[in-house]
C-alpha cells in the first residue's frame, strides 16, 4: 500500500467554523500570542490563558468535522494514511481518521506543567485555577505554546521520509518547524497543496487552489481513481 501523509493547519477546520489565526478576522486579530500562546503568559495570568483554552475547547463541541476532514478517511480505503496535523481540535478523529498525530497538542487533554507525559483526559471541561493534575501541579491546556519544544515533531519527520504522496491543506507555513515539514518528504514524493492562497512552499508542487471541502475533494478523487 502506498503511504500518504497529509499536513494540516487551521485552515482544514475553517468551514466548520473554526477561526483560522492569521486570516483577516483570525484569532491572532483578536488577542496578542504572548498574551494568551506563552508559558511568560501562563505565568503572568494563569486564568487568562486557562480561559482563553476554555473558551476555544467550548467551541470545538458545538462544531463538526466537514467534508474535507471526511474526504481524508476515504483514502484509507486504498492507501496508508498519516495525519499530522497542527490542530487542536479532534475533528479529524470525528470523521474518522485512524491515525492522528498532534503537532500542537489537543484541547480535549490537560497536563501537568512540570511533566509534560502527564497527560489526562479532560473532554469539553474547562480547566479552572485549583484543577491538579495527578502530580498534584496546577492542570495547564495540553497545548504546546510558541516557544515551547514540540515533541512530536520527531515522529512527524520520520513519517514524512516514508511519504509516497505528501497532501498540505490549509496551513500558512508560518510557523516552525511544522512548515519544515515538507523537507523531509523525498523528492520523488508527489506533493499537492491545498489552500484558497498562495503560500510559500520550496519544492515543486501540484497547487489546488480553492477552500478545503472542495480542494481535497478534487485530491482525493484523483488519487482514488489513479491507482
Ligand atoms: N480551506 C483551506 N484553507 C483555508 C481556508 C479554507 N476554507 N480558509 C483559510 N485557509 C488557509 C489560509 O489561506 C491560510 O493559509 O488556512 C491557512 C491558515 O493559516 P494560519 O491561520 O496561519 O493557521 P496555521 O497554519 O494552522 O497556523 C499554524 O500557528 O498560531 C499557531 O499553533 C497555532 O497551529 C497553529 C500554527
Not at 466537514?66 to 484509507?76: G, I, K, M, S
Request: include cysteine.
Amino acid at each position: 500500500m502506498k503511504r500518504i501523509v497529509v499536513l494540516t493547519g487551521a485552515g482544514i477546520s475553517a468551514e466548520s467554523g473554526i477561526s483560522t489565526f492569521r486570516d483577516s478576522d483570525g484569532l491572532w486579530e483578536h488577542y496578542r500570542v504572548e498574551d494568551v500562546a506563552t508559558h511568560e503568559a501562563y505565568e503572568r495570568n494563569p486564568e487568562l490563558v486557562l480561559n482563553f483554552y476554555n473558551e476555544r475547547r467550548r467551541q470545538l463541541f458545538a462544531v463538526e468535522p466537514n467534508e474535507a476532514h471526511r474526504q481524508l478517511v476515504r483514502l484509507e480505503e486504498r492507501y496508508d494514511v498519516q495525519i499530522i496535523t497542527q490542530n487542536i481540535d479532534d475533528l479529524h478523529e470525528c470523521a474518522g481518521s485512524r491515525h492522528v498525530l498532534h503537532l500542537h497538542g489537543e484541547l480535549s487533554k490537560g497536563r501537568s506543567d512540570v511533566n509534560p507525559d502527564l497527560i489526562v483526559e479532560i473532554g469539553n471541561r474547562d480547566i479552572k485555577i485549583g484543577d491538579l493534575a495527578p502530580d498534584g501541579t496546577q492542570l495547564r491546556p495540553h497545548i504546546v505554546w510558541f516557544g515551547e519544544a514540540v515533541p512530536n515533531i520527531e515522529p512527524a519527520a520520520a513519517m514524512c521520509e516514508e511519504a509516497d504522496i505528501f497532501i498540505v491543506v490549509g496551513t500558512s507555513m508560518a510557523v516552525y518547524p511544522a512548515a519544515g515539514l515538507i523537507h523531509y518528504v523525498p523528492r520523488e514524493a508527489a506533493c499537492y497543496v491545498v489552500d484558497p492562497k498562495e503560500v510559500p512552499v520550496s519544492r515543486k508542487v501540484t497547487f489546488i487552489k480553492e477552500v478545503a471541502t472542495k480542494g481535497v475533494a478534487e485530491v482525493v478523487e484523483r488519487l482514488m481513481s489513479n491507482i
